[in-house]
């Protein structure tokens, strides 16, 4: 089985983050990206005000010793919050849940949230299998999708 671990993001990191956080057909799914993930030097500068601030963990995810993304904690309109982004490559292996299932233990406060569009079947089932249960709903601009979307607010409680 392969080795997932997890290690402090470092700004050596950020060209394949972009590189993932740019792939079209991952922005679709999570509808919700950053508007800094469509152009690097935003997104670089982005980055590094999230890898100073105090708030914010920020954890490469790494595979057999190679980078597959990223899994986060950090502050959305006030709550904390948790969100990740794997390179396609990586997709359909279990490494999300085990990526997110490592932070847990490390980011000890609850509760914790994520937000979700209705459709993204894959966040939803790694959110679902770390414990997250649905708390909520609302609806939003999703750049990648040029429309309002649904997104569900997921909640967790338990240690
Ligand atoms: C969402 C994402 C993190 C999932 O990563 P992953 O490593 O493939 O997820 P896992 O392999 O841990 O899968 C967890 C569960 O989701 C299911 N799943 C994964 N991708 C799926 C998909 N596209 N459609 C339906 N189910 C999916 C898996 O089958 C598994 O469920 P099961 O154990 O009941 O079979 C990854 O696709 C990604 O980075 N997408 C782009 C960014 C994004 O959407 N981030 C989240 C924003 S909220």
Redesign the pocket.
Known sequence: METVTLRRTEDSDLPILFE?ESDPK??R??A?PPEASRDPEAFYTHWRQRLASPADVCRTVLVDGHRA?VVMKFEFEGDPSV????GRE??????????LSTLLEEVRERPLY????HD????I??LE?CGFRKSGRGRRFASARGEDLDEFVYRLDRS
Do not use: C, D, P, Q
């Open positions: 993932f991952a922005a799914m999570a919700f993304g969100a990740y982004w794997l990586f997709w359909g292996r279990g490494i999300a849940t085990r990526a994520a937000r979700v569009a993204n079947r894959g966040s089932r790694v299998k």
